[in-house]
């Protein structure tokens, strides 16, 4: 069955510093990729998606996800963290429908 | 351009109490429905998802029945409410191709259940 693993639950990091949240898969053929963002009390919105070619995607806001199929993961990154990007961050993967991870929630320190 | 809308924003409703909430998509025809909900600290739980007007899956038996009456409008009720119907309830869009594309969200509905 598919399955997506979000294994950090809670991250903190400096305003300033980079920044990677983690997201492995198992599906058996290449899937289609996805990071979703949620602020407190709303919905999520799309930062970027990977369906094919270029295994480096650039999203909005700055940030980027990079498919590694031999890591079955899904990566998402930012070089320069800003306070405003604290927030919820969802991985998903798509086959006949969605699978989500369990979230990572961002917290930004001054 | 596509949106999607959902109210209410917030609802608090007693224990046993009827309960529809309503998704509506603009700048679209034909699209897949979902409902999701989110409860505390977990993440996002498929409770239904639709692929045309009348024709609705349910992913977790429960409490909970979707309707979608017309092509945009996708509606979440209840006849009695419990306790733990209580979260975050989202609404998404996606195009027909529920493999390759990608869903979208409206901005939710709080709901309390006391």
């Known amino acids: 069955a598919q399955s997506v693993t979000q294994p950090d639950i809670h991250i903190t990091v400096s305003e300033g510093a980079s920044l990677e949240l983690r997201c492995n898969y198992s599906?058996?053929?290449?899937?289609?990729l996805f990071w979703y963002v949620q602020s407190p009390g709303q919905g999520l919105q799309l930062l970027l998606k990977y369906f094919s070619g270029d295994t480096l995607v650039q999203g909005i806001k700055g940030f980027e996800a990079e498919f590694k199929r031999s890591q079955s993961s899904f990566n998402l990154r930012k070089p320069s963290v800003h306070w405003s990007d604290a927030a919820e961050y969802f991985c998903a993967v798509s086959s006949n429908k969605f699978y989500f991870g369990s979230g990572t929630k961002l917290n930004v320190k001054p | 351009s596509q949106t999607i809308h959902q109210w209410p924003a917030t609802l608090v409703q007693p224990v046993g109490s009827p309960l529809s909430l309503e998704c509506t998509v603009e700048g679209t025809s034909n699209p897949n429905l979902y409902w999701y909900r989110q409860a505390a600290g977990r993440g996002l739980q498929l409770l239904f998802y639709?692929?045309?007007?009348?024709?609705i899956s349910s992913e977790v038996p429960q409490n909970l029945s979707a309707s979608r009456p017309q092509d945009r409008q996708f509606i979440l009720s209840s006849k009695k409410l419990l306790l733990s119907d209580s979260g975050f309830y989202l609404c998404a869009w996606s195009g027909a191709d529920p493999s390759a594309d990608t869903q979208y969200f409206g901005p939710g509905t709080r709901l309390t259940v006391l």
């Open positions: 639709s692929v045309g007007i009348g024709q």
């Open positions: 599906y058996g053929a290449t899937p289609y």
